[in-house]
């Protein structure tokens, strides 16, 4: 390699790895403060009350036994789903498939840990590791089942994906309102205190103050995928199948039971975060409703440049919008689906840095 060419790759890696989700962030920053002004919001002010929402800026005032603490500790709550669900896409893309089926994986297993745990007097240091090894079993099975479909009959990922989040839309809806479901809130039965994915705390001066279980798992699952993807052999055969998929043939791998590995890795983080989800930041499940998060995951994924590590900056970023859109809202006076726009726009922009990351091949 002459002089020239490692000067030209060592500018590359570095424009790909850092540039690319910069510059969407600051172009979706640009978008959103051009719709305030449009809308006659002062951008500046309505932007700092998403923060504001999210723990991350002091409110004017506070209701009883809350304060900035307690929104952030929420705010870490739905942030743990959307890193879990955001490292499923991760997977699936570096193994060549496209996981959209984040949302279905996440509903059938925070049903299926709802009905098998989350109504049962286990104690909690029985019910947690329970709850979590539901979540990753249901979701590795269903992921699974899509990567064999496309391993048996050339079933494309994205279809059956897509299919499978309708199946298990209908089938966990019938169920709830037939056998689980709550007459005054009409959605399913809220979990018992003791099957919950928290643990809360009461101070002094009466701040209830509610930890996330899942955002712990969520950041040791982040490394722990990085490592498996860099460091591992069979992290390396599902990077080289996601990379070229006719070389690594060539080089005798075993493409198709590597396509299903990947998949169910990424089926099994997705169900992670579906209990996380369900039974930790909520404590109910509205029948037939997908979790939107499954497909903010994807946004997350991109601008995270599809590296592990670099999910939990970004999966940071989104949720800002998506938890303090509610805040802003009662705050400017602009509807809280402005923070699906934004996610969308930043999807947009993230996507199209997508050939210049696979021009690159570099991850986090």
């Known amino acids: 390699m002459t002089g020239q060419e490692k000067e030209k790759r060592s500018f590359r890696i570095p424009s790909s790895r850092f540039l690319i989700p910069l510059g969407s962030v600051v172009l979706t ?85 709802t009905i098998l745990v989350g109504y049962s007097t286990l104690p909690p240091v029985l019910a947690m590791p329970l709850i979590f090894l539901i979540g990753l079993a249901s979701g590795a099975v269903l992921g699974g089942l899509i990567g064999w479909l496309k391993y048996r009959f050339n079933v494309h990922e994205v279809v059956s994906s897509i299919m499978f989040n309708y199946i298990v839309s209908f089938l966990t809806g019938y169920f709830i309102k037939t056998k689980y479901v709550d007459p005054i809130i009409r959605s399913s039965k809220q979990v018992l205190p003791n099957a919950r994915l928290n643990v809360t705390l009461v101070t002094q001066a009466g701040l209830k ?3 996330p279980i899942g955002f712990f798992i969520a950041l040791a699952m982040a490394f722990l995928i990085r490592f498996y993807l860099d460091r591992t052999a069979g992290g390396f055969e599902i990077r080289m199948v996601g990379f070229n998929r006719e070389g690594a043939a060539y080089a005798g791998l075993p493409i198709r039971s590597v396509m299903v590995k990947s998949m169910v890795i990424s089926g099994a983080l997705a169900g992670l975060a579906g209990v996380v989800y369900y039974m930790g ?33 970004s999966s940071a970023l989104i949720t800002i919008f998506q938890k303090g859109a509610v805040y802003m809202s ?3 006076g602009v509807v809280r689906e402005i923070a699906s726009l934004v996610t969308g726009v930043l999807l947009l922009f993230s996507s199209l840095g997508v050939s210049v990351r696979e021009r690159t091949h570099h991850y986090d």
């Open 29 to 113: 920053f640009a978008v959103l403060i051009l719709i305030f002004v449009l809308i006659g919001r002062n951008p500046f002010t309505a932007i700092y009350s998403f923060f504001q929402g999210s723990g991350l800026g002091l409110k004017p005032s506070y209701v009883k036994s809350s304060n900035m603490l307690t929104d952030f500790l929420s705010y870490l709550g739905i942030m743990a789903p959307m890193l879990l669900g955001s490292l499923a896409v991760v997977v699936g893309l570096r193994g060549g498939l496209f996981n959209i089926g984040v949302s279905g994986q996440m509903l059938l297993s925070g049903f299926l840990g």
């Open 209 to 211: 103050l509610v930890i």
């Open 281 to 313: 930041y909520y404590s109910t499940i509205v029948p037939k409703d997908l979790p939107a998060l499954g497909f903010d995951a994807i946004a997350v994924a991109l601008l995270g440049n599809l590296g592990p590590v670099s999910c939990i900056f």
């Open 330 to 332: 009662s705050t400017t």
